[in-house]
Every structure is written in structure tokens, then in C-alpha cells.
T-cell receptor, first 111, second 111 residues
């Protein structure tokens, strides 16, 4: 079992709809969770971080964390074609500062 | 405020050669992490430097080495290059290692 798992996609969503991206992790001591966006040929860009259970909203993005279920998700409201990218979930375990990465979900927003 | 910078942008080397990649962190950041990303995969952690010491290391051979300077900038050295070392090399900076911000990356091609 991989430490951080994501559906590779592609996930196709109509423009203006809500895109829902999911990530599960295996190590219960994981404490810090991040979502990165990566356009083809570019480096990852940090878009959300979440550290405690519940929802965290930033503009059109909402991160949701459920530590009991070992599950973190990213919702993108009012999806735009410019949101088309690969979304990477990353986790830090305990006091270990190493980011453990999922393989990413490719998101395609259709006009 | 300048973000994370990396040099060079692209590099072509021959098998067996050595390469040095450079990274300057975001202003105010003291920690630098290096990652290798192959096409279609998530980044793989190489190592992390904090206070000029290697704090953590991923599952990479000793051919991969690094250094952090007093101004927090960092170098990644790879000796005896193999074809499999061809990848995007990413540098990320952070304050104490949590939210990591990436530079544009160096695309290394080994022929």
C-alpha cells in the first residue's frame, strides 16, 4: 500500500462545476497536509495547507481533513479551464519534515 | 520579494559526468529540500538541509550529495551520472520545513 494515494484520473469536470479531488494516507501520525497544483512542464505550486480536522477555505478552494478516516480532499468551486492541471497531495508525518507525495490527479476542466 | 530561484534551467550531460545544481531560497526561509521528479510521477525526496546540515535523506545513493551555505542557498551534486538520473530536479524552501515553496526546477538530461 502506498503511503499517499490519489486517483490518477483524468478527472473531467464541466466549466463552472465543482471539482472534487481526494487523497488518502496510511500513517496515522501524519499531521500536516498540503495540496499542490502542477501545470505540465512546471514546478508544483502550493495552493492549500491544512493541519486540523474540518474545512479550510481560500477563495474558490476548500480543503477538507478527516484524520479518523485518514482522508483529505480539495474542492474547487466554479471550475475554470485554467484550473486544468495535475493536483498533488502531500503529507508530513509527525516531526519528520519530509513531504510524502501522492502521484497526483490530472484534472481537466471542459469549457 | 523574489521567490525560490534555481539554476540552470536546463542541462544536458553525458553518462559518467558530474553535475551541480543551485538553489536560492525565498527570503526569510532557512530550510531547503531537494526533489527528483520523473515524468508522470510525484516528486521523490532526495534530502533536506537546515542550519547547513543534512537533516533528512530519502532513498537515494551516495552519488547524490548536497551542501547548504550560510546564506541558506544550497547545491545538489550528482556524480557518475546515469541515464536514469534524467529528470526534473526541484528545490523547495521553507521556514522550519513545513509549507514548502518550489523553484522552477532544473531539467537534467543525461545522454
Amino acid at each position: 500500500q502506498k503511503e499517499v494515494e490519489q486517483n490518477s484520473g483524468p478527472l473531467s469536470v464541466p466549466e463552472g462545476a465543482i471539482a472534487s479531488l481526494n487523497c488518502t494516507y496510511s500513517d496515522r501520525v501524519s499531521q500536516s497536509f498540503f495540496w499542490y497544483r502542477q501545470y505540465s512542464g512546471k514546478s508544483p505550486e502550493l495552493i492549500m495547507s491544512i493541519y486540523s480536522n474540518g474545512d479550510k477555505e481560500d477563495g474558490r478552494f476548500t480543503a477538507q481533513l478527516n484524520k479518523a478516516s485518514q482522508y483529505v480532499s480539495l474542492l474547487i468551486r466554479d471550475s475554470q479551464p485554467s484550473d486544468s492541471a495535475t493536483y498533488l497531495c502531500a503529507v508530513i508525518r509527525g516531526s519528520n519534515y519530509q513531504l510524502i507525495w501522492g502521484a497526483g490527479t490530472k484534472l481537466i476542466i471542459k469549457p | 520579494d523574489a521567490g525560490v530561484t534555481q539554476s540552470p534551467t536546463h542541462l544536458i550531460k553525458t553518462r559518467g559526468q558530474q553535475v551541480t545544481l543551485r538553489c536560492s531560497p525565498k527570503s526569510g526561509h532557512d530550510t531547503v529540500s531537494w526533489y527528483q521528479q520523473a515524468l508522470g510521477q510525484g516528486p521523490q525526496f532526495i534530502f533536506q538541509y537546515y542550519e547547513e546540515e543534512e537533516r533528512q535523506r530519502g532513498n537515494f545513493p551516495d552519488r547524490f550529495s548536497g551542501h547548504q551555505f550560510p546564506n541558506y542557498s544550497s547545491e545538489l551534486n550528482v556524480n557518475a551520472l546515469l541515464l536514469g538520473d534524467s529528470a526534473l530536479y526541484l528545490c523547495a524552501s521553507s521556514s522550519q520545513g513545513y509549507e514548502q515553496y518550489f523553484g522552477p526546477g532544473t531539467r537534467l538530461t543525461v545522454t
